[in-house]
């Protein structure tokens, strides 16, 4: 690439005319936005070769000497030392070159743009899709949404058609990186040399640019200009997390490329009364003692479209719902995808046993025991202890108290849960 071409005026983003006063202005304005201890790690690299040549360009034109000769003479006129750009090393037009064989054929396409920060070379021809979580409500995925929400996105300049510079104004090639957008970097790693290409950063990944006073007024030769847009995204019934809501061609514009789109990743809430494993549903509904025995008629839990589901119980005449029964509901799952089918509802039976509240009198429990059935017969041993006990033990403190115990209850504790599951 030729030095003539480095235009350290753009560097620092001024006038050919600037004073010794504006040049320190723009110098220390954009050695601090472009101070490598400024930015996010990432982009650290690129901040300390766009630091550099800031530098490089401040030492040239605030030396009235210098500035005279570069005026005149160009790069042409510095040897190493005040030289921006790349300096020594292997002939980086033939890497490049190398690399990117297609890059003649772009040619024919000035101000294509690339992503941010992105080698140009490297331009995919779409813009990234935009990927986000969206979570959604049980309620929700049973009956389907219709969300609206506003979105704001980079869209391509109305002004300027994605040009970036006035009508007749011509974007001019950037010296820095030879119009490539990227440049060879050399890296020490041991005892070896080896190169990295980065965007260039006076060109922003372009390979161009327009000078100050040819740039578009609207977007400020970005290109782009954001835009709110409302937007609609319509969650079918059925979908589950992990479903994937696209929204085609509304991610960020770019010039030249294809939008990418907005990819919403659906994440199910937990639901305080449901359970869902894919199009099946589950719930604890809550009977009492003398419902278990005697049966009801009734509305055991609110579904979620806010419908009763109604039990009748028992089913046949002397049936009694024990603890941990489990109801089957054909159909009152979730809905499938496609079609009208549903998946199926389990309703797992806690019975609630009468709290401290309960005052039977001593005739209602006499009666009680000869109605219910009686135990079975007592267990026959040699020889007989009665013992106290705290009706308020803590299965918690089961083992806690020896070390090997403890673990050895935690361990249980861990190999008991795929049961329990397995039992609902
Ligand atoms: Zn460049
Ligand atoms: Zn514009």
């Known amino acids: 690439m030729s030095q003539a071409e480095v235009d350290l005026?753009?560097?620092?983003?001024?006038a050919n005319s600037a004073s010794k006063d504006e040049i320190r202005k723009a110098y220390r304005k954009a050695a601090l936005a472009n101070h490598p201890d400024k930015v996010p790690e990432a982009e650290?690299?690129?901040?300390?070769?766009?630091?550099?040549?800031v530098q490089e360009a401040y030492d040239i034109l605030y030396d009235e000497d210098k500035r005279h000769l570069y005026d005149t003479h160009g790069m042409g006129a510095f040897n190493g030392s005040g030289e921006p750009g790349m300096g020594a090393g292997p002939d980086l037009d033939d890497i490049l070159a190398q690399m990117f064989g297609g890059m003649g054929?772009?040619?024919?396409?000035?101000?294509?743009?690339?992503?941010?920060?992105?080698p140009r070379a490297n331009k995919p021809r779409r813009s990234p899709n935009e990927e986000q979580k969206y979570e959604v409500?049980?309620?929700?995925?049973?009956?389907?949404?219709?969300v609206k929400f506003a979105s704001t996105k980079n869209v391509i300049c109305s002004?300027?058609?994605?040009?970036?510079?006035?009508?007749?104004?011509?974007?001019?090639?950037?010296?820095?990186?030879g119009g490539q957008g990227v440049k060879q970097v050399l890296n020490q790693m041991g005892q070896f040399l080896t190169t990295s290409t980065v965007p260039c950063s006076t060109c922003n990944g372009e390979g161009e640019f327009f000078s100050p006073k040819?740039?578009?007024?609207?977007c400020k030769g970005k290109k782009t200009t954001e835009e709110r847009k409302i937007l609609e995204i319509y969650v079918p019934r059925g979908a589950r997390e992990g479903d994937k809501i696209i929204l085609e061609g509304e991610a960020d514009q770019v010039p030249g490329q294809e939008p990418g789109d907005i990819v919403f990743h659906i994440v199910e809430e937990d639901h305080a009364v449901f359970r869902r494993a894919g199009s099946d549903l589950t719930a604890t509904i809550d009977v009492t003692v003398a419902e278990a025995l005697t049966g009801f008629s009734r509305v055991v839990v609110k579904h979620l479209d806010g419908r009763g589901i109604e039990l009748q119980h028992p089913k046949k005449p002397g049936d009694v719902l024990s603890p941990g029964q489990v109801l089957k509901v054909p159909g009152e799952g979730m809905p499938m995808k496609r079609g009208d089918e549903r998946g199926n509802l389990y309703l797992v039976v806690n019975?609630?046993?009468?709290?401290?509240?309960w005052k039977p009198s001593p005739e209602v429990l006499e009666k009680l025991k000869e109605l219910l059935p009686k135990p079975e017969a007592p267990i026959q041993t040699d020889t007989v202890d009665e013992v106290d006990y705290d009706p308020k033990g803590d299965l918690d403190e089961f083992g806690a108290k020896d070390a090997h115990g403890?673990?050895?209850?935690?361990?249980?504790?861990d190999e008991g849960e795929p049961a329990q599951c397995a039992a609902q």
């Open 44 to 53: 650290r690299e690129e901040a300390e070769i766009r630091f550099k040549a």
């Open 105 to 118: 054929g772009m040619g024919g396409m000035p101000g294509m743009g690339g992503m941010p920060g992105g």
């Open 214 to 218: 040819d740039k578009c007024k609207k």
């Open 159 to 177: 002004l300027c058609q994605g040009k970036g510079g006035k009508e007749k104004a011509q974007a001019k090639k950037c010296a820095t990186c």
């Open 137 to 146: 409500k049980l309620e929700d995925l049973y009956k389907g949404k219709t």
């Open 406 to 413: 403890g673990s050895a209850w935690e361990d249980d504790d």
């Open 9 to 14: 005026y753009e560097v620092l983003g001024i």
């Open 351 to 357: 019975i609630k046993f009468p709290d401290q509240s």
